[in-house]
C-alpha cells in the first residue's frame, strides 16, 4: 500500500471534498506531495506522437483539477505526458452553490455539479504567459452560465489562451452549465466550431482544437457530431465527459446527487461511446479516451477501443499521484506483451478493419466484445454528409438511458450491489460536488 492510501485517504475521507481537493493544490503548489523517483523515466514504447504534438507517454491528467492552472508544471513532474487545466470561462465566476462535490466511497466514484467555477480567462491567461513551458499543456474552454452569446464565449477563450495552450479543448458537454449540452446537436455545433476555427486562425494558428462530448447521447447525436467533425477537419475529439445517468449497482450513500458521475462506473459506457466515434470517424480523427480509468488495463482497453492518449482524474482521489506511475508500468507491459512496438500501433486494434492492424490479440478482441455487446447497429455513414439532426437543440436523451443502465462497474460485473450505502461509509463532508 501506498503512502496515500495509507496516510492521506484516511483522513481525507473525513474532510469535506471541495476543501480536501484545495489542499491537495495547495501541497502541489508548495512541493509537498512525494514523487516516485521513477515518474520521468522514460519509456520510449509509451512515446507518441498525436496532432504534430510528441507526448512522452499518453496518460493526461484531465481537466477538472487544476481549474485555475495554477500547479500544470507540478502535475507534469509526477509523470503525465500532458496536463489540461479549465474549464476556463471569459469572465470569472463562482460556479453553483456548494454543496457540489461528491465522493462515492464504496463505487470510488464521484459525483460533481461544479459549475465551471473559476478565475476567469485574463488571470489565467497571465498565470499561463508567466509559466515555464515544461510540458504538453490543453487549455479546455467553457462559457459563462449567463453568456447569451456561446460562440462569443469561447472566441473570447481561444483569443485569451490559445497563445500559451498546445491544444485548446472546446468543452460543450458539461452537464452542470444549463443548456450547453444542447450545443452538440448538429447546427449549433457546426455553427460555433467554425466560430472557434476562425478565431484560433487568427489568434493561436496552428494550435489544434478538439472537442469534449458528453457519453448520454443518442445514435443520431453521434452520427451528427462525427459529421461535423469530419467535415471541418477538427484536429481531434475527447470522449467523453461525466454521465448524467446513475447505472445500476452504485453503492454510495451521496449516489442520487444531481450532477455528473465519474470514475469506474463511467468505465464502460464512455467506452462504448469511444468506440462508436472511432468508427464513426474511420480512425481519421485522434481521440482522447476519458472516464473510469484507474488502471492500465483500463487505459490499454481504451486505446485498443480506438484512443491515442488518454486521461484520468477521479482515480486521484482513491488513489493519489503514484497511480500515475503505476499506470504508465502496466501499459508498457501489456503493450510489450501482445507484441506492439509503441502506442500508436495499439490504436483502434479491437478494430481491424478500420485500424488496418492484424487481427486483434486476445485483450483486443476481450475490449471489443465490451463495448460492442450491447451496441446498437450502426445507423450513419458519415464519411459523406449525414442527415440533418432533428435533436440540435433538445437535451441528449439520459432518461432512456438511465432505464437501461449504461453499465455496471468493472468491479461489480456480478449481481448488482444493493441501492442503500453501508452504514460505516461517511458523508462526503457537508453534502458537498467535482470539476467541471
Given amino acids: 500500500m ?17 476543501t480536501a481537493h484545495g489542499l491537495a493544490i495547495c501541497a502541489l503548489k508548495n512541493n509537498l ?9 522514460a519509456t520510449p514504447i509509451l512515446e507518441t506522437e498525436v496532432f504534430g504534438r510528441k507526448f512522452a507517454n499518453p496518460v493526461g491528467l484531465a481537466a477538472g483539477f487544476d481549474k485555475n492552472a495554477e500547479v500544470p508544471n507540478q ?60 510540458g504538453i499543456l490543453g487549455a479546455n474552454l467553457g462559457k459563462n452560465k449567463y453568456s447569451e452569446d456561446a460562440a462569443a464565449d469561447y472566441v473570447k477563450g481561444v483569443a485569451a489562451l490559445g497563445p500559451y495552450a498546445d491544444y485548446l479543448m472546446v468543452n460543450v458537454s458539461s452537464p452542470n452549465t444549463p443548456g450547453l449540452r444542447a450545443l452538440q446537436g448538429r447546427a449549433p455545433l457546426e455553427k460555433l ?50 454521465t448524467i445517468d446513475r447505472p445500476v449497482g452504485l453503492n454510495s450513500y451521496d ?30 480523427i485522434p481521440l482522447i479516451g ?5 488502471s492500465g488495463k483500463d487505459a490499454y482497453e481504451k486505446i485498443l477501443n480506438g484512443a491515442s492518449l488518454v486521461q484520468l482524474y477521479s482515480a ?40 488496418g492492424r492484424s487481427a486483434p490479440v486476445d485483450e483486443a478482441r476481450a475490449a471489443k466484445a465490451a463495448v460492442t455487446a450491447k451496441a446498437e447497429p450502426a445507423q450513419a455513414e458519415v464519411a459523406k454528409e449525414a442527415p440533418s439532426a432533428k435533436t440540435a437543440a433538445k437535451k441528449p436523451a439520459a432518461k432512456t438511458a438511465a432505464k437501461k443502465p449504461a453499465a455496471k462497474p468493472a468491479a461489480a460485473k456480478s449481481k448488482a450491489a444493493p441501492k442503500a450505502a453501508p452504514k460505516s461509509e461517511p458523508k462526503s463532508g457537508p453534502k458537498s460536488g467535482t470539476t467541471e
Fill in 75 to 134: 502535475a507534469l513532474s509526477h509523470g503525465f505526458g500532458f496536463v489540461e487545466i479549465g474549464s476556463v470561462t471569459p469572465e470569472p465566476q463562482p460556479g453553483n452553490p456548494k454543496p457540489r462535490l461528491f465522493r462515492l466511497y464504496s463505487d470510488r466514484a464521484v459525483i460533481n455539479r461544479m459549475g465551471f467555477n473559476n478565475e476567469g480567462a485574463a488571470v489565467v491567461a497571465e498565470r499561463l504567459r508567466k509559466r515555464a513551458r515544461k
Fill in 290 to 294: 476519458v472516464g473510469g480509468i484507474a
Fill in 255 to 284: 449516489q442520487d446527487e444531481k450532477g455528473g458521475l465519474s470514475g469506474p462506473p463511467l468505465m464502460e459506457p464512455s467506452t462504448k461511446v469511444l468506440a462508436d466515434f472511432y468508427r464513426l470517424t474511420e480512425g481519421k
Fill in 316 to 355: 486521484l482521489v482513491y488513489h493519489g499521484l503514484e497511480l500515475v506511475t503505476d499506470i504508465k508500468e502496466d501499459l508498457a507491459r501489456r503493450l510489450r506483451k501482445d507484441g506492439f512496438a509503441s502506442v500508436a500501433d495499439a490504436v483502434g486494434a479491437a478494430f481491424p478493419e478500420i485500424s
Fill in 33 to 41: 506531495v512525494p514523487r516516485d523517483d521513477d515518474a520521468l523515466d
Fill in 193 to 242: 466550431l467554425t466560430s472557434v476555427l476562425s478565431a484560433r486562425d487568427s489568434h493561436a494558428k496552428g494550435v489544434p482544437v478538439l472537442l469534449k462530448v458528453a457519453p448520454d447521447l443518442t445514435e443520431e447525436d453521434k452520427a451528427d457530431i462525427a459529421a461535423v467533425v469530419l467535415k471541418l477537419k477538427l484536429d481531434g475529439m475527447i470522449v467523453s465527459n461525466t
Fill in 2 to 18: 501506498g503512502w496515500y492510501k495509507s496516510l492521506v485517504l484516511p483522513v481525507v475521507r473525513w474532510i469535506d471534498a471541495e
